[in-house]
């Protein structure tokens, strides 16, 4: 049985691609897609059989629901040139404040979602956490009954905490990988294989999960280490960029650890 909303999704990049499978998954009808670029719409609309626009005046003005799923960069864009009858306007960003709907929409909020994705790769979208937030009591209880379909993990967040949340996420995820990333090249110039640091990544994660980071931090720089640590950084004296890196966070974790 399809639930009764009836939502219109702004956007097709990742994002928008599993809140599309997300609300399909809980049977909430996807009325409509709108998107500027017109070949990644048309195929997201043709996957779940709806209607798709890339003229925002062609937007559908009475759904009950608006999710404005796009790059932080065109949100405001997008509320200048959006109208509508009624119905809830919402976006999906970490960093952009609530107050961007204020003056413009009577009914507004947001719907993040706490996860890192990507189109190829599947997730359980019962444990993604959603950050909500509304200008109303009203709307909040209309946001989180529509969260609540899609997920288990649904928090009342307000703009400056998520925000802060976003940040960590950044740290958690994004430089994170890029950590991984630089490893890999490493590796890669010795013609060695990713896959050695494969059961040390997944250590470290599992004891991320379980405990506090902090209590977890290993390493030359917990150690205070001084002897290896400059043999590291002589070795990386062919690479500036990431020699100055590894002192940085190194010279972190020894303040850190000074602190305690």
Do not use: W
């Not at 639930?3 to 399909?24: P, R």
């Amino acid at each position: 049985m399809t639930n009764k909303y009836n939502i219109v999704l702004l956007g097709s990049g990742n994002v928008a691609f599993h809140l599309a499978e997300m609300l399909k998954l809980s049977d909430i009808n996807i009325s409509q897609i709108y998107n500027i670029n017109e070949k990644s719409g048309k195929e997201l609309a043709q996957k779940y059989n709806t209607n798709f626009t890339n003229n925002i005046s062609n937007i559908n003005k009475d759904a009950d629901l608006y999710i404005i799923a796009v790059k932080d960069i065109f949100i405001e864009n997008i509320i200048d040139k959006l109208t509508i009858n009624k119905g809830v306007i919402v976006h999906t960003s970490g960093t952009t404040d609530i107050n961007v709907f204020a003056g413009k929409f009577e009914n507004y909020g947001i719907l993040y979602p706490l996860q890192t994705f990507t189109k190829e790769i599947k997730l359980n979208y019962n444990e993604i956490p959603f950050l909500i937030e509304a200008n109303s009591s009203k709307t909040i209880d209309f946001i989180n009954n529509i969260a609540c379909l899609i997920s288990n993990n649904v928090t009342n967040t307000n703009s400056e905490q998520r925000k802060l949340i976003h940040i960590a996420a950044v740290f958690a995820c994004n430089f994170t990988n890029y950590f991984y990333s630089i490893a890999d090249d490493l590796l890669d110039k010795q013609n060695l294989n990713f896959d050695l640091l494969k059961p040390l990544i997944k250590e470290t994660t599992r004891k991320a999960i379980e405990s506090k980071p902090k209590e977890n931090q290993t390493g030359p720089a917990k150690r205070k280490d001084l002897n290896t640590i400059n043999k590291h950084l002589e070795t990386l004296e062919n690479n500036k960029e990431i020699q100055k890196l590894y002192g940085i966070i190194s010279e972190m974790i020894i303040k850190s650890n000074s602190s305690v």
